[in-house]
């Protein structure tokens, strides 16, 4: 980063971890002295610099160290907020529906004094903003066709609509749009990853089976507490002898994968309890309808017709029914009876 020799004061990483990936950010001087915080890290760049159009750097940390004072996520925060910038560009916000504050893109004072409020749910704007922008959008009945979440959470720094394995990933997520469920961000633009080839982040062949795998080895990550970042140092075939090492198991690759599998089963199931089904398992119109204009992937986007195809082969790599729900089958032979009793498991 150009303002590393600037205001990197050191590495920081997680406690153990042999290749810290974060740097504590620290101004000195000017109107945001005192700013300590450890980042901006790459979503945050955009989240909270590139959406709501804030050149400054400075601006951006502070805005960082804010968002971690106040509990906020940086990403679902600044994609709000460029979401209420647009609205407020669009007429359809005024300065009246936010404490009087004047929300344009590229306004730091404005941008950091919004976010202050939605830190703390304050004034209208903390009413409006705080629960992010499906939720802002609904209570203000307008703004939905721009709001850019999937089941309410605001999407990271990937264009998904020219990457439709990433668009499906992030359709599909139990917890909605994030690049860390699946992860398969890398294998997508690099085309290839592990034992993946010649992936073509154009086309919606063959994605479903692509997205259940990662997402099952993600999660068998999270279940070994292994960082995510190391996704190119642990692969599959090297965890057994990492499990027998720390609790003498003798597990094979393909039963730990079968981990990830059930995790991802119950997931589902929790959610298809409270009611949510393929329905939810939707894009951003504009990632639907608004192609790249222009550069290597110019003219890309995922169709409704695409995605519903993505859908169907991918609850067929799943083992779920057609709306999306895992068949009772499926959850049996992942020991799961219990649950498929409570979800009332799909027929095929
Ligand atoms: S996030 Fe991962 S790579 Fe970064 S410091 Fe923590 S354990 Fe290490």
Redesign the pocket.
């Known amino acids: 980063y150009y303002w590393a020799p600037k205001y990197s004061a050191r590495n ?3 406690p153990g ?1 042999t ?4 740097k504590l950010f620290v101004i000195k001087e000017g109107k945001y002295a005192g700013t300590e915080v450890d980042g901006p890290e790459y979503e945050t760049l955009y989240s909270l610099g590139g959406c709501p159009e804030i050149s400054s750097i400075e601006a951006v940390a502070k805005a960082n160290e804010l968002c971690d004072l106040l509990g906020l996520d940086t990403i679902s925060a600044g994609v709000t907020v460029a979401w209420a910038m647009e609205a407020a560009e669009r007429g359809l916000l005024k300065p009246e529906d936010l404490d009087g504050i004047q929300l344009a893109f590229g306004d730091e004072d404005a941008f950091l004094a919004v976010l202050e409020r939605m830190g703390r749910r304050e004034g209208k704007v903390g009413e409006l903003l705080t629960d992010g922008s499906k939720a802002a959008s609904e209570r203000l009945g307008k703004g939905g066709e721009f709001a850019i979440h999937i089941k309410g959470m605001e999407l990271p720094a990937y264009d998904i609509r020219g990457a439709k394995g990433v668009a499906l990933a992030f359709a599909v997520s139990f917890r909605g749009g994030d690049h860390l469920t699946a992860g398969n961000y890398g294998t997508e633009f690099g085309g290839s990853w592990w034992r993946f080839e010649a992936v073509d982040r154009h086309s919606i062949v063959n994605k479903g089976f692509e997205v259940k795998f990662h997402e099952d080895l993600m999660a068998l990550y999270d279940v070994l507490g292994i ?1 995510k ?2 996704r190119h140092m642990f692969f599959l075939e090297g965890l057994p002898e990492l499990v027998r090492a720390q609790t003498g198991l003798e597990l094979s690759a393909g039963e730990l994968l079968t981990v990830g599998e059930r995790v991802y089963n119950l997931a589902r199931a929790f959610n298809v309890r409270e009611g949510f089904s393929r329905k939810q398992d939707h894009l951003p119109k504009r990632v639907m309808e608004e192609p790249i204009p222009e550069g290597p992937s110019a003219g890309d986007r995922v169709s409704y017709e695409e995605l519903q195809a993505m859908l169907d082969d991918y609850y067929e790599a799943r083992g779920w029914n057609r709306a999306g729900v895992p068949l009772k089958a499926k959850l049996v032979s992942l020991d799961l009876e219990e649950i498929a009793e409570e979800t009332g498991a799909g027929r095929a």
Not at 19 to 22: I, N, R
């Open positions: 920081v990483a997680c971890c290749k810290p990936c974060g960082c970042f190391s």
